[in-house]
């Protein structure tokens, strides 16, 4: 069994690179970082476990650039997105993140995904919450084409990538693990684990990621 | 968690993955020996834990107490 370790990266934190070297001495695998691009003063939805948001919630810092400093200062930890809030984000510019990241580490990338919970900061970028897992299949399935193949396209139901190029490919064939967050005690989770690589479950429902 | 471990095979298998080919992450796990052994026991691929959003005085000590329990899960 492996052991990793997240942090909430943020101006007052260690530094990643700092962390990633402490961890990579003490015999961890892997070192994970969540995102939250914002958190819209609206708080529509409530923290999981109740209670006020961490302040960390507000102050985290972009997982691809602070994971790519962990990675730099260590040679056998993974890097892993803990985690990213691909519906947030843009296909295209995602699968060109993961495959560089993947590239500059030498192939240490695990891709942390998830849904998001937090239905005001999802919304905040265009994308409708009630259809937000079937979108992220979606850009899954376009991702895997645009890292796996020389002239990819993908025709979905929400995402649509029209035929193109685009390199680097990720450094792991035919892709980075893809890790599926979901909460647990919920069948609602293992169904997306089933369709993508592996799965990611809080053991404590108090942590909404 | 344990709980939900025998349903979440069910369904992987039921989507036609194997499910001893799907390895399963807790994230967020608690810093306890037997806890850790017990997902271990089960099966369980990796286990993460949430470290404050602090500097290396306060980070390093939990680090070190986790470096023993990695050893001590080990063996």
């Known amino acids: 069994m492996d052991f990793g370790a997240a942090m909430f990266f943020t101006d007052y934190s260690m530094k990643p690179a700092e962390l990633g070297q402490a961890l990579e001495a003490r015999g961890f695998e892997s070192v994970w970082a969540p995102e939250h691009s914002h958190i819209p003063s609206s708080r529509l939805t409530p923290p999981a476990g109740g209670g006020q948001l961490g302040k960390q919630y507000y102050d985290v810092m972009d997982p691809f650039v602070t994971l790519t400093a962990a990675a730099m200062a260590t040679k056998t930890l993974k890097v892993a997105t803990g985690v990213c809030l691909v519906i947030q984000r843009d296909t295209i510019q995602t699968a060109k993140l993961v495959a560089t990241i993947d590239q500059v580490s030498d192939g240490r990338f695990l891709f942390g995904i998830g849904g998001g919970w937090n239905q005001d900061e999802v919304e905040s970028h265009g994308t409708i919450f009630k259809t937000r897992f079937k979108k992220m299949r979606e850009q899954i399935e376009a991702m895997t084409e645009i890292w796996t193949k020389a002239e990819p396209e993908y025709d979905g139901e929400i995402v649509n990538v029209p035929k193109m190029r685009t390199w680097p490919k990720p450094a792991q064939k035919p892709r980075p693990p893809v890790i599926v967050g979901a909460p647990s005690r919920t069948a609602h989770g293992a169904r997306c684990a089933t369709a993508t690589g592996g799965c990611q479950m809080r053991a404590d429902r108090h942590i909404p990621m | ?75």
Not at chain 2, 27 to 36: I, Q, W
């Open chain 2, 1 to 75: 968690m344990t709980e939900f471990l025998p349903q979440f095979r069910q369904m992987a298998a039921e989507a036609g993955r194997d499910p001893a080919k799907v390895p399963i992450t807790i994230f967020g796990s608690p810093e306890n020996r037997d806890r850790v052994k017990r997902y271990r026991d089960q099966g369980i691929a990796r286990v993460v834990t949430m470290l404050p959003s602090a500097p290396d005085a306060e980070v390093l000590p939990i680090l070190d107490r986790w470096a023993a329990l990695i050893r001590q899960t080990e063996h």
